[in-house]
């Protein structure tokens, strides 16, 4: 004949057993709404089980609350606020509570936990304990002290309270996900409907605890909830959940056309949290969509919102009869993706720039150079010394512009491809100026120009030196390029806030205001001719902006036809 203890201890092997492997299987879906603090539930529970077998199968007073105090060691405690935090952690479809707020809620568990296992020096939650026989079971009489009614009236509290947060969800939920929840209901409430008739019974009607037996019947329901229901796959809370962590920005609005939700990137997206209930027509209006062609597009069609741009979708929401009864709208981000095709386009005419200069602006002085020296071989002694030099002069002049255009043409193409090295440094801008102005001083010296220099200290700045020396060699070339002989080109540095502003200005022939709109972009064809012949591509105001803005800085231009052009520029000063 089976006897009442052995009863007893298979159902609680059974628990753990049961609570071990579901508690496993929760935490592997832990991202999963509820699934996590179930998970933590469950271990609550095996620490209950375990701390009961020793206390129900030992056989001395010590060793029977060495078991309690098991059940107490990350168990009774701690069992509602785990489910409590399930059931928020359930009602808003993935939110977990702050640290802050769990270390709150466990601030009573653990006390408790502490003063079970001192119980002896204060005998709060237990007053006196002695061992009496029932058949042929050995168990506790226990006298409860203050803090036990504590930690009934806390765990209680909390257990009621995550329930109620779970059945406010029911009635919103779709039949199979009804079915899921109640069930679950049924599963964790057995055991703690067991454990208050144990409470009130536990010296009287109630001696054996059939809170394990509860726990069994438990375990099986939500062992069973997980095969049949897929208890914590996405689906149950796939609605709010998937809605909330999508990218895209979603408005969805009933059959009148009143916006009824809107998923938090929407929201982020208007900068507006007050539109619902608000006429769709009216939100649209606000933000300056075209109202009738967004509203009566199925499809797809791009609008602007805020600067941003997006592919906007819009479709109807039907109900089971295939009456429309809403629509949702879908606003797709393209913005990065319309940024990429611009910068494709401006690469593609620029590609078309860079083959241009290749087939034209290196081509042609080179035709210039091989016919003047062929000249000079053919003709060598029939031409005077005056002739020579004018050849020797023009074939060095086409050299130098040649190599100042394949110059640019590298350093450009490098910047592009991403190869070049960029090393920023602390440097006296002064004594660069100075380099760059003795690189041209023989043009200078060919034009008759006047060139001053107005700086009224010493600046460090903090770039790369080697692009500063391009920016500086392009820039007073440009000067010298478009000044009349006898003109004059000051150059001065000042500083502002963080910055050094260094400007190149020129007397020289000056520029319309739709030329002066077209420098830095490579797209615009800007073949020019200096004022005795000098070529130019444009490609090197490209390379000048790109470099500033590499080293933190920005230029900017003035210019006025016949009067001449200011090129400013910054960079950052060293710290």
Known sequence: MIRLDQIILSLLLISTLLSVVTSIYLLKRRNTPGALYYGLTGITVTMWCIGYIIEFYTLTLSDKFL???IQYLLGIPFTSIFWFAAAINIRSAGERPSYKEFILLSIIPFITMILIWTNETHHLVYKSMSLFKSDSLILIEKEVGIWYYVNVVYSYFFLFSGSILLLGSIPKLKEIYKNQMILFLIAVLLPWISNIIYVIGMNSFMRVDITPVAFTISMFLIGLAVKRYGLFDIVPAAHSLVVKSMHNGLIVTDILGRVVEMNPVMRSILGNNKIIGRDITEVFKEYGLDNES????FGNIEVTLNKEIFDLSVSDITNKNGECVGQIYNFYDITNIKNAENKLLELNSAKD???SIIAHDLKNPF???IGMSEILEEDFYELDDMEKIKYIKDINEMAKSTYQIL???LEWSR????TIEFSPKSFDINSLINESIHSVKQQIELKKLELYTDVSGIYEVFADVNMVKTILRNL??????????GGKIILNVISNDNFAIISVIDSGVGMSENTRMKLFRLEHNMFSVGTMGEKGTGLGLVLCKEFIEKNGGIISVESELEKGSKFEFTLPLAR
């Not at 967004?294 to 597009?297: A, D, E, F, P, V």
């Not at 910047?415 to 991403?418: D, I, W």
Request: hydrophobic fraction near 35%.
């Open 407 to 409: 110059e640019n043409l």
């Open 367 to 369: 035709f210039g150079i």
């Open 415 to 418: 910047q592009e491809t991403g």
């Open 353 to 355: 720039k860079l083959f």
């Open 294 to 297: 967004t509203l009566k597009t």
């Open 67 to 69: 078991g309690v105090q």
């Open 476 to 485: 007073i070339s440009n000067a010298i390029k478009f000044s009349q002989p």
